[in-house]
Every structure is written in C-alpha cells, then in structure tokens.
C-alpha cells in the first residue's frame, strides 16, 4: 500500500467504537510506512502463533495471579522478549514487526505484545499509561501492575510510583487518574507520540511528519498536534502546508503562549509566499 492507502486505511479501523479498534492492526500500519513491504496478514499470525504457543504452556486453571505469571515467563523467560535500555531510543522498538522479530522493545511496545498475547488467550487485560512509563493490569486484579519493561514483574501501586519517581529522579506528583486503563485510542496516540519525539529529537522532520499525520488522522484537528506538523512544514520548507496547519493552530481557541512566536513564524511564511 502507498502512504494515502495505509493512511486511509488507519482512519478506517480508528474511527470505529473505542473497544472495537484492533490497536495491533493500527500497529502493523504504522510501521507500514516505515516497513511498505510488511506482510500485516503474516504479522498476525506472527501474534496467533506466539498465543498458541503461550496456550499450550497452561493448565485449566485459570486464577488471574496464575495467568499472568505463566504468561511473562512464556514471554519474557522462554521467548526472551526484552527491554531495550542499551538502545532505548531506537525507533524500531516503536514499530510492533520489529518488537516481535527482534524480541526488543519499549514499555508500551512490549506492553501491546503482552495485551495482544493475553488477549488471544481470554485474558482481561488492559493498558495503564504512567508518566515516563506504560505498565498492564489484569482487570480481575486490583493491587498489582505487571511491567513488560522489566520482565512482566508484578509491581504495587507505590512500587509504580517509586519507580516513576526514580526515573524522573524528582519527587512527581502522581494522580490516581493516572492508574486508569488507557483507551485504545489513547494507546495508538501514545506510540505514535514516543515515536514522534524520538524522531524530532534525531531531526529527522520527513519521518516525524510521517507520524504527524498518523496522530491527526486519529485525533483530526487537534490543537497541538496542527501547531507541530506546522512547524516541522516549516522547517521542510513546504510553507503552503505549514500556513494551513497553523492557522488552524490559532484559530483552534487553545493557543498557549506560544501564541507569538507562531504568529510570527506565519508572518515570515506570509511574506516568502507574497500573501
């Protein structure tokens, strides 16, 4: 598929009830852009296969506890999935082909393998998106987060927080509304932004713009992430699109302070454009 099929289609599954997007299918069509070549059929049977193999490491019992410590050590003993922290900024640890062919990735990457897995197997597990941080919960467990990051470990609630603090290395404060379950939405949103800073933190504007697009296809018009695509069109030198998107910044009603340096970047382009 070229980049307006994949993009097409990427709006097509996202656009449906929240609980009815397949977030591994949106995955597999992110790294579409990157990966044209990728099979996403032969990606998902990828994900089955590694499910039938868990599967056949369990008994009948079925207790929640049970289930999720046979599930990391299929996954992270057996299989040897990792975090990557040698290389953490990688972007091939954002793209779900590669987290599955190369056992390595990021707390949410590796979290969307652990989901995708569990899911196959009727378990009742839901993405929970901490500052800096991306744990599962068991929705039948109330007091434990298992980490993908760190080999499915099971962690309390204040070995969460001990954790984002040490990470952050400051005091945070953390909000219970931290601790809800993510929408899958937001779990697209969320892999799609890591993957964007990382780009911009590389520089590389042509592939950031490629993730942009991704994030207003899922959340169209939204504020900052109009002002961001702006910006980087501006900084490829596309100045009609780079207009177009931060006109739509400021006319949005949710401009911060920033406001002036954009109204004098769009003056700037105004003027090149002879507008």
Do not use: W
């Amino acid at each position: 598929m070229d980049r307006e099929s994949i993009l097409a289609e990427f709006s097509r599954i996202t656009s449906v009830e929240d609980n009815d997007i397949d977030v591994a299918a949106a995955a597999f069509l992110i790294a579409a852009v990157e990966y044209p070549q990728i099979d996403i059929p032969y990606q998902m049977d990828f994900l089955n296969a590694i499910a039938k193999g868990a599967a056949a490491k369990f008994t009948p019992e079925r207790e929640p506890l049970y289930c999720v410590n046979m599930l990391s050590e299929y996954l992270f003993d057996e299989l040897k999935f990792l975090g990557n922290k040698d290389d953490y900024y990688d972007p091939r640890n954002s793209f779900l082909n590669e987290v599955l062919s190369r056992r390595l990735g990021i707390p949410i990457s590796l979290s969307l393998v652990y989901i995708e897995v569990g899911r196959r197997l009727g378990f009742p597990l839901v993405g929970v998106g901490l500052p800096g941080h991306f744990v599962v919960k068991h929705m039948a467990v109330d007091i434990l987060y298992i980490d993908p990051f760190h080999g499915g470990i099971l962690r309390s609630k204040e070995e969460c927080v001990e954790q984002i603090r040490g990470l952050a290395n400051t005091a945070i404060q953390i909000d219970p509304r931290h601790f809800t379950p993510v929408s899958n939405r937001e779990f697209i949103a969320r892999m799609l932004r890591n993957l964007k800073a990382t780009y911009l933190e590389k520089e590389d504007h042509k592939r950031a713009l490629k993730v942009m697009d991704f994030l207003l296809a899922l959340h169209p018009k939204a504020p900052r992430e109009l002002r961001d695509r702006g910006l980087v069109y501006y900084q490829l030198g596309s100045y009609s699109e780079a207009l177009a998107d931060l006109t739509g910044y400021v006319t949005s009603g949710a401009i911060g302070e920033d406001g002036q340096a954009v109204q004098e970047i769009m003056g700037k382009i105004r003027r090149h454009l002879g507008t």
